[in-house]
């Protein structure tokens, strides 16, 4: 069964980064859609970034464009999240999803099936 794994986590000041990773048991590729997503505590998990693995097209949530970067390296089945300028409202489990998804679905967390564990980003003032 295909498994995802994400690491890279930890604390930050404000201002700080982070680069998350997610290792795959199977080509990216394959999956059509990567994502991350976030959850902080009292909050829905959100869609951050997603990637279309075929063809690199990515897609951002408002709130992190400009700061973050979603990348994949096929031949290492790897994705990425780089995470620059944090800020406190950053703080959350960061989640690696993966499925076969519709391009308007892309940051829709009821569309993927496949999971993480999840990953702990703090991020102080």
């Known amino acids: 069964q295909a498994q995802l794994m994400e690491s890279g986590g930890g604390s930050v000041q404000t201002g700080g980064s982070l680069r998350l990773s997610c290792t795959t048991s199977?080509?990216?590729?394959?999956?059509?859609?990567m994502a991350w997503f976030r959850q902080a505590p009292g909050n829905e998990r959100e869609g951050v970034a997603a990637?279309?693995?075929?063809?690199?097209?990515?897609f951002y949530t408002a709130s992190v464009k400009g700061r973050f970067t979603i990348s994949q390296d096929k031949a290492k089945n790897t994705l990425y999240l780089q995470m620059n300028n944090l800020k406190p409202e950053d703080t959350a489990v960061y989640y690696c999803?993966?499925?076969?998804?519709?391009?308007?679905?892309?940051?829709?967390?009821?569309?993927?099936?496949?999971w993480g564990q999840g990953t702990q980003v703090t991020v102080s003032s």
């Open positions: 999803a993966a499925d076969t998804v519709l391009g308007p679905e892309a940051l829709d967390k009821n569309k993927y099936k496949l």
């Open positions: 199977g080509y990216t590729a394959s999956y059509g859609y």
């Open positions: 990637v279309y693995t075929p063809t690199d097209s990515t």
